[in-house]
């Protein structure tokens, strides 16, 4: 079975500062990482994904994230943190494809507040 | 592309109604996910379409829930009866392998059941 845990219900930062949100992941096999955005009564956007190569993987927005295979972890940072940059942030795992499922399974999402 | 849509946009009704929410995925994407998101019990995968075929309904909560798939362009989510606590934001997303799999989102349908 596949898992995701963020362990930070809200995360708060000051403007300009650098900010990140944690994600740790379980899954059998290579794992496809993906984060999304969800503003206020809006769907969930997608921001970035990891299927293989480089570690740090660029997405939007100034967004990126970097895999670490060894920790398990797949952490969303941006260098410099906006107040239009607050939002709910889901983490999502899945198993790499076995020609079966191939939901995403999604973390309970971290409330990042940017604060002037 | 005009991405994921999904109507109605908002639900008001009563206890007791039945409730359909549509969704029309994006053209070429061959999974097809429904969603309910709620603030007590956060995002919930509800069922899952593989090429218009229902792989995973675990995620239903009762048989009052039913969803179909009738062709490639088109779902529903069907509640019957509805009762208060199936008051949420329904989402739909869809997928394709070529993107490794990458849901887009649509906006949501924002039920509520008096």
């Known amino acids: 079975a596949q898992s995701v845990a963020q362990p930070e219900d809200q995360v708060n930062v000051a403007e300009g500062n650098p900010l990140t949100v944690k994600c740790t992941y379980s899954v059998s096999g290579n794992p496809y990482l993906f984060w999304y955005v969800q503003y206020p009564n809006r769907g969930l956007q997608f921001l970035l994904k990891?299927?293989?190569?480089?570690?740090l993987v660029k997405g939007s927005y100034g967004f990126e994230a970097e895999f670490n295979k060894s920790q398990t972890s797949f952490h969303l940072k941006k260098p410099s943190a906006l107040v239009s940059d607050s939002a709910l942030y889901f983490c999502a795992v899945r198993a790499p494809y076995t020609g079966g499922g191939n939901k995403l399974t999604f973390g309970t999402g971290t409330q990042l507040k940017v604060e002037l | 592309d005009a991405g994921v849509i999904q109507s109605p946009r908002h639900e008001v009704t009563e206890m007791g109604q039945e409730v359909t929410l549509r969704c029309k995925p994006i053209s070429g994407h061959n999974s097809l996910f429904w969603y309910r998101q709620t603030m007590m019990r956060g995002l919930e995968l509800l069922i899952y379409?593989?090429?218009?075929?229902?792989?995973?309904d675990s995620g239903m909560p009762e048989d009052r829930f039913s969803a179909k798939m009738p062709n490639a362009s088109f779902s529903t989510l069907k509640i019957q009866p509805s009762e208060p606590r199936d008051s949420a934001v329904y989402f739909c997303?869809?997928?394709?392998?070529?993107?490794?799999?990458?849901?887009?989102f649509g906006p949501g349908t924002r039920l509520t059941v008096l």
């Open positions: 379409f593989n090429n218009n075929v229902p792989i995973d």
């Open positions: 997303a869809s997928s394709s392998p070529t993107s490794a799999d990458t849901q887009y």
């Open positions: 990891y299927i293989t190569g480089d570690n």
